[in-house]
C-alpha cells in the first residue's frame, strides 16, 4: 500500500479490526520509509457501479464522495463519523442489491435524503438545499412547508 504522505510504495500492517457493522476491514498501517501511520479499509465490492449524472454523463460509483456530502450536511452537528459511515454502506449495499450496473445520481441522491430524514432534519434540509437547486428563499419555505406536513 502507497504511503499518503511520502509515496513510498511499501508499508506494514500494524493493526487489522472488523468495523462494528462488520462490512469492512480497518488496518493501521505505517510506512517503512517515513515511518507515518494511517488507515485503510477493506471492503467488499459486489460490483463495479456507474453513476448516471444528470447530464448523462457516466462516472465510476465513489463511496468517498458520498462520505463527503454526507459529512458536510452533517458539518456541526452532532453525529458521529461512524454513524456517518454506517450510513453510506448501507446506501453502497442498496445500490449493489439493485442488481443494476448503472445508476442514477437521483435515486443516489434520493436514498441520502432518506437517511437524513430519518437521523437530522437540519442536515436533511441543507442537503436537499444542494440536491434540489433552492434558488431563493422561497424554495425553501416550500420545502419547510412540505416536511411540517409530513
Known amino acids: 500500500m502507497r504511503c499518503p504522505f511520502c509515496s513510498h510504495e511499501d508499508s506494514q500492517v500494524k493493526d ?3 468495523t462494528e457493522d462488520n462490512t469492512a476491514i480497518r488496518r493501521r ?3 517503512d520509509q517515513c515511518g507515518s501511520r494511517f ?4 471492503r467488499i465490492q459486489l460490483r463495479d457501479l456507474i453513476v448516471i ?3 448523462g454523463q457516466k462516472e465510476t460509483f465513489d ?3 458520498m462520505f463527503r456530502s454526507l459529512s ?3 458539518r ?6 461512524d454513524k456517518i459511515e454506517k450510513i453510506v454502506s448501507a446506501i453502497a449495499r442498496r445500490l449493489e442489491n439493485s ?3 448503472e445508476i442514477k445520481t437521483s435515486i443516489i441522491g434520493e436514498y441520502i435524503m432518506e437517511a437524513l430524514s430519518n437521523l437530522d432534519q437540519v442536515a436533511y434540509v441543507r442537503f436537499a438545499s444542494v440536491y434540489k437547486n433552492f434558488r431563493e428563499v422561497k424554495d425553501f419555505e416550500d420545502f419547510l412547508d412540505n416536511l411540517e406536513e409530513k
Open 16 to 18: 487489522s479490526r472488523h
Open 99 to 101: 442488481g443494476e450496473t
Open 39 to 42: 488507515t485503510t479499509f477493506e
Open 63 to 65: 463511496r468517498d464522495k
Open 29 to 31: 498501517r505505517i510506512c
Open 53 to 55: 449524472k444528470s447530464n
Open 72 to 74: 458536510l450536511a452533517l
Open 76 to 81: 456541526k452537528r452532532k453525529v458521529e463519523q
